[in-house]
Nanobody
Framework: QVQLVESGGGLVQAGGSLRLSCAAS????????MGWFRQAPGKEREFVAA????????YYTDSVKGRFTVSRDSAKNTVYLQMNSLTPEDTAVYYC????????????????????WGQGTQVTVSS
């Protein structure tokens, strides 16, 4: 069992930055691959980024490549999402999630691959 709590969301102007954190409790955190998803009003939840259990592999959706960076600190049981050059299109509720699935792009981009979810944190980017 893993509990996930996101923090770090807020209101920022376009071009600004935010760093989201996802603190995990429970055993075996380092064996889960971790993902970040987001959901804007009226839209489906979409994949943003993922990081492997070791932290050696990452994967991003095209719209955030070069702007967002996912990382993890296993000593702190925390995953981060550094978001730079934010645009109003990045406005959404951001969720972190944990998966016991294998590291494969088909797996990591699907919400159904994830076993545990946080409650979400709101990110609002003003123009």
């Amino acid at each position: 069992q893993v509990q996930l709590v996101e923090s770090g969301g807020g209101l920022v102007q376009a071009g600004g930055s935010l760093r989201l954190s996802c603190a995990a409790s429970g055993r075996s955190f380092s064996t889960y691959l971790m993902g970040w998803f987001r959901q804007a009003p009226g839209k489906e939840r979409e994949f943003v980024a993922a990081i492997s259990w070791s932290g050696d592999s990452t994967y991003y959706t095209d719209s955030v490549k070069g702007r967002f960076t996912v990382s993890r600190d296993s000593a702190k049981n925390t995953v981060y999402l550094q978001m730079n050059s934010l645009t109003p299109e990045d406005t959404a509720v951001y969720y972190c999630a944990a998966s016991t699935g294998p590291w494969h792009t088909i797996v990591v981009v699907s919400p159904r691959s994830y076993n545990y979810w946080g409650q979400g944190t709101q990110v609002t980017v003003s123009s």
